[in-house]
């Protein structure tokens, strides 16, 4: 490319100082080939801003590459370039929301598994989501000063089946329980283990007692 | 790439949820043992019997209630071990793991010594162990089974029958005959699990296999063998002796009366709010009793 015309270039461009346009617009009223040359980069740059303009994607850089022929390269590179290679992320409001959605499941349905888990059990052969039923118990103590309800269901905890008197001495306690078979009995003031007077049916626990069995029905 | 993303972040999140539940039982574990009153050697033995336990599939939830409860007792160091042992070899066997635990969890709860309840631990193994045999075999000569979490209770029902002294050769012959009726595993469960009910309230094996296997006859429910229990229990709170309960269940049966509560009531006053009566199995107490369900 010559000097003019590489000067015809700038002037489209708006480099050119204001000596140095003027020197260039003379030479082009007096030159009919670098008129014909100045047109014709006038006229493609008119086709080019009436033309529509096309956004690229924000990773349109990394899909060429993606495009371009892979060169081979050892196993160590590879490797490395797996764990410390840069990647672009993409993403929108919708995938956002539809991820954290699913997190918020996982991590809600995580802690409802481990707290259900700690009180009261399934039992045997009942498939979780089985409707729980609250079943009352009651056992009738007046002299006694703390009465509990300990279970299969909750692992023979003294502790976490607290039950409330009533003025008439009677003892009562509700318990979440999902259908099966349970065997339970009362704690009397933390050490005399009773059984339900009151039972369906009794069970031996393997140690000379008799459980009382709580069967609960599915509906 | 995206999808990736998302799979990569729900892997991580699962691989922690599952594993960030075990360490906070295993620290509990640590905890209640370094707190004890074991000597050094226990302490790391009974720790590393914990943690094999844990490592076999035990729930670690369990096994530290087991450790917290025994040790809070002061049990023996050698004795927990031996019932984690127990039911390490029941999880290694893929015997039921839960009627184990149970029996172990409830032995420490109720005080008792610990030496029994390994030794009690360990039978219920042996009985499981028998027990998982004889499902098993009823199954390849053709017993029904729904789900394969039907076999865990029935497992744990023929061992507790066995544990009543009821013989392999009975159970066999209910087994049997429920094929030929083509009652299902679960309903077979009931069934023993009702025989061993009645051997275990006072009737001998003959007794108990004559209302059994008329029962069986009549095509009872699981619901109905429940229903004997339950008239059973009402008949011996009324104070009747066992050869009239036997003759009652009988005619209740042949009347279809079963479940209707026609005798079950008789001599019992009211036991459930009465001040006085005492429980079937308690501990001396006067004035207590009288528990009912609602």
Known sequence: MNKDLLQLHRLLDGGLSPEDEKDILQKIEADPRLQREFDGLVSAVNLLESGERLSVDAAFSSEVMKRLPVRKEPLSTKIRGFFFGERVLRWNVASFVAVSAVLLVIIVSGLFYQSSGKSYRVADGVSPGTAVKTVSLSFNAPEAKAVSLAGDFNKWSIEAGAMKRKDDGTWTIAVPLKPGVYHYMFVVDGEGWVSDPQAESYRDDGFGNKNAILRIDSI | ?294
Do not use: W
């Open chain 2, 1 to 294: 790439m995206k999808i990736k993303m998302i799979l990569v972040i729900l892997g991580l999140l699962l691989v922690y949820g599952i594993s960030g539940a075990e360490p906070r039982d295993l620290v509990e574990i640590r905890t209640a043992i370094e707190k004890s009153s074991l000597p050094g050697e226990g302490k790391i033995t009974l720790f590393k019997r914990a943690s094999e336990a844990v490592g076999t599939g035990i729930p670690a939830s369990d096994v530290a209630v087991i450790i917290k409860r025994g040790v809070s007792r002061g049990t023996d160091g050698k004795a927990l071990e031996e019932t984690l042992g127990a039911a390490i070899t029941a999880k290694e066997k893929g015997l039921p793991i839960r009627p184990v635990l149970d029996r172990i969890e409830q032995g420490l709860a109720k005080g008792v010594p610990p030496e029994r309840i390994a030794a009690a631990t360990k039978q219920l193994v042996v009985k499981l162990s028998t027990a998982d045999a004889i499902v098993s075999n009823l199954g390849k000569s053709g017993l029904k089974s729904g789900e394969q979490s039907e076999k865990g209770p029935a497992v744990h029902t023929v061992a507790r029958a066995l544990e009543k002294s009821i013989p392999e050769d009975a159970i066999n012959k209910l087994g049997r005959k429920s094929i030929a009726k083509g009652a299902s595993l679960s309903r077979l469960s009931a069934t023993i699990d009702t025989m061993a009910f009645f051997v275990e309230m006072g009737m001998n094996l003959d007794q108990a296999s004559g209302l059994i296997m008329k029962a069986m006859d009549k095509g009872y429910s699981e619901g109905e063998m429940f229903m004997m229990q339950k008239e059973m229990s009402d008949m011996m709170r009324g104070k009747s002796n066992i050869n009239d309960i036997m003759k009652n269940m009988d005619t209740m049966m042949n009347s279809g009366t079963m479940g209707s509560g026609a005798m079950g009531g008789k001599g019992m006053g009211g036991a459930s709010t009465s001040p006085g009566t005492q429980g079937a199995c308690g501990s001396g107490m006067g004035g207590m009793g009288g528990g009912h369900r609602h």
